[in-house]
């Protein structure tokens, strides 16, 4: 067997192999870990080996979105693999989606979207509640489609590069899909809703949280803090022993250390302003 590094499509016998190797980086890894879960191996994605063992994985989602996670690998030899293909944008690990986005020629791409956000993670036995007397959570009912849908969107325009004319219908179709998977709470506080939290990849021992989201009048309150607090508490109840998550500003960093986070890694989002096909 040869010692050279190489690159094949993936196949679902390649699953728990894959899911053992992803396991060893998980905090950059949930989106990943959690499709293979729930979906299987992607139509398009790739392993790389060396002498048989998987030393990467690269998947291109059904949005156009490429996920990297392999630390080691040649991104030069991948651009071959994706010529033609049109790409929509990168999420993973900072330094791969970098060097991944440069060896496919992609590196100066106008962006609608691209932040570098400082991941979390955090044992949830060391969980630290702030006083939250007089808030409750709740899953998100029909009365509240209105108002999440509405929250959604202005935080697709806020921090993803979404627009009035784009956001609504995208937030929308999330909302009822968090409503169905029952991953997303309320926060309220008497009868007045006031934050939101929730989870964008969850697998059995591990949570990453995603969606957070409070309207901007109602900020500097805590009120985020208290929302991925109780939302950690009721995982914590449920099983699970493990929470990651990146976080898009320094007042959120500050907020999720607050609740015993700590720094663990580096986690790149970027979105063409229009789908890029690879060049040969």
């Given amino acids: 067997m040869s010692n050279l590094p190489t690159i094949r499509p993936a196949t679902e016998q390649d699953t728990p192999a894959l899911l053992a190797f992803l396991s060893q980086h998980e905090s ?24 048989g063992a998987i030393t990467g994985y690269l998947a291109l989602n059904e949005i156009g979105t490429l996920e990297p996670q392999a630390p080691t690998a040649d991104w030069a030899t991948v651009r071959p693999l994706l010529a033609g293909r049109s790409i929509s944008g990168l999420i993973g690990p900072a330094e791969q989606c970098a060097a ?7 590196a100066n791409t106008p962006t609608r979207m691209n932040t570098t956000e400082p991941g979390f993670t955090l ?16 899953p998100i009912r029909d009365q509240d489609l209105p108002l999440i849908s509405a929250w959604r969107a202005a935080n697709l325009i806020e921090t993803m590069g979404f627009t009035l004319d784009t956001a609504p219908l995208l937030a929308r179709t999330q909302v009822l899909r968090w409503q169905q998977d029952k991953t997303h709470r309320i926060l309220w506080h008497d009868d007045t809703p006031i934050s939101l939290a929730g989870s964008n990849a969850q697998i059995p021992d591990v949570l990453q949280i995603g969606g957070v989201y409070t309207p901007p009048d109602l900020r500097n309150n805590g009120y985020a803090r208290r929302a991925v607090a109780m939302l950690l508490a009721e995982a914590l109840h449920a099983g699970v022993k493990r929470a990651v998550l990146f976080a898009a500003s320094e007042q959120a960093a500050r907020a999720y250390v607050a609740l015993g986070f700590r720094p663990s890694h580096s986690f790149a989002l970027i979105m063409f302003s229009q789908p890029q096909q690879v060049a040969p």
Avoid: H, V
């Fill in 100 to 106: 991944l986005q440069q060896a496919l020629g992609l």
């Fill in 28 to 51: 950059t890894s949930m989106f990943p870990i959690a499709d293979l879960l729930g979906k299987g191996i992607k139509a398009e994605s790739w392993l790389f080996e060396t002498s």
């Fill in 123 to 138: 044992n949830l036995t060391d969980l630290r509640l702030p006083n939250c007397e007089g808030y409750y959570l709740t």
